[in-house]
Each structure stands twice: as structure tokens, then as C-alpha cells.
């Protein structure tokens, strides 16, 4: 398996415009992840889904931010209107039960001006 | 609920030197416990795992870690740090009754002198 896919790997963006990161889980994961990563607040969990279902979305921000899982190999994670405040690295992750540990994609790192 | 809690975010050690990383944790129910190793621009991945079986695990890279409970402590040690051990380490836990979310320490990142 190639591992759990993110795309774009960089974003750069004006302040106002939508954002969409994408995410192809490990194939057979259950659960997907996304996360957020700044220098000031470190690995934030923003929404997990398990079998596609939003689990808990408690981490996403504001209304600006929100999360689809439409099928088990596709997740997005929009921004709609991205701020400056919005630049960090977000990453996706996937896991099982079967399968206890998180696995991370290589991270889109999201600037905008 | 869980936490974790990762004492000291900056270690610095020289090539050759013990390496400690220090990771305590807390859980209502039994513990999984993880260590995640992030190199520059990259995602993290798993150095190693423990999930109720032996208490001390090894992992990647000649890495292990010790599960206490005693101390809720699960702490991750290298004899001989090397020059590319130089990263950004996290400690996570997960209960083992639910197969959902992680919660992440605030990182501890390693300098490795030569």
C-alpha cells in the first residue's frame, strides 16, 4: 500500500479564498484523522470519522472549517474563507481497530496571505 | 478521559549519549501507549507501540520504551544517540477500549551534538 495520500503537499492562498485538502486513507482503515500543526499549538486532532461517519468534530475551529467523508478511500477538509491565522501543516491520518496505531500522510502545509 | 504529558520540549544530547525521553500519561481505563517520530517536512510515523503485552518494547532505529504503571509512565530510551535521531518525538495514548482517537504530548524535540 502507498500509505495514507494528502494533496496539494502546498497550498498557497490570498485571505478570503476557499481552501480543499484531500486525503486518500490506507486501504481497510476505518478511522481518518485530520490534524493540525503550528508552532504555537502544536498537533491539534480538528474531526475524526469512523466506517465515513464524523465521530467527533469538537477540534475544528470555527464554521469556516468542515469535513466531508463521502466514501472509505476519500476525505476533504475545507476552508471557506481561509485567514492567515489558517497557515499551518495539516495532516491525515488513518488507523483500524485491527490495527492500533495512526498512520500519517506526509502533511499539505497551508499558507495564506 | 487521557492525557499525556511530555517533560521538557527541547533535549540535547552528544553523539554516543544515553538518550531519555520522558512521556507520563493518564487513563480511566487501560492504556495503549505510542511513540511517533517526526523528521523535518515529513509526517509522523510509528517508533514503537505497547498494547498490554510485554512492558518493555523496542522499536525502529534501536529505540525502546518501558510501560510503568506503577509510575504512569511510559518513557522512550536509546544507549548511543547518532546524528540522525535528530527530530521531533511524540508520546501518545489511546484507550484499549476504544479503538478512536489518540491524544498527542506537546512533542519533545531532539538535538544530537557531534
Known amino acids: 500500500d502507498a500509505g495514507v495520500i494528502q494533496s496539494p503537499r502546498h497550498e498557497v492562498t490570498e485571505m478570503g479564498q476557499e481552501v480543499t485538502l484531500r486525503c486518500k486513507p490506507i486501504s481497510g482503515h476505518d478511522y481518518l484523522f485530520w490534524y493540525r500543526q503550528t508552532m504555537m499549538r502544536g498537533l491539534e486532532l480538528l474531526i475524526y470519522f469512523n466506517n465515513n461517519v464524523p465521530i467527533d468534530d469538537s477540534g475544528m475551529p470555527e464554521d469556516r472549517f468542515s469535513a466531508k467523508m463521502p466514501n472509505a478511500s476519500f476525505s476533504t477538509l475545507k476552508i471557506q474563507p481561509s485567514e492567515p491565522r489558517d497557515s499551518a501543516v495539516y495532516f491525515c491520518a488513518s488507523s483500524s481497530r485491527q490495527v492500533t496505531e495512526a498512520f500519517f500522510g506526509q502533511g499539505t502545509r497551508l499558507t495564506v496571505v | 478521559a487521557q492525557s499525556v504529558t511530555q517533560l521538557g520540549s527541547h533535549v540535547s544530547v552528544s553523539e554516543g549519549a544515553l538518550v531519555l525521553l520522558r512521556c507520563n500519561y493518564s487513563s480511566s481505563v487501560p492504556p495503549y501507549l505510542f511513540w511517533y517520530v517526526q523528521y523535518p517536512n515529513q509526517g509522523l510515523q510509528l517508533l514503537l507501540k505497547?498494547?498490554?503485552?510485554?512492558?518493555l518494547v523496542k522499536g525502529i532505529n534501536g529505540f525502546e520504551a518501558e510501560f510503568k504503571k506503577s509510575e504512569t509512565s511510559f518513557h522512550l530510551t536509546k544507549p548511543s544517540a547518532h546524528m540522525s535521531d535528530a527530530a521531533e518525538y511524540f508520546c501518545a495514548v489511546k484507550r484499549s477500549t476504544n479503538a478512536g482517537k489518540s491524544t498527542f504530548g506537546d512533542g519533545t524535540t531532539l538535538t544530537v551534538k557531534p
Open positions: 505497547y498494547t498490554s503485552a510485554a512492558t
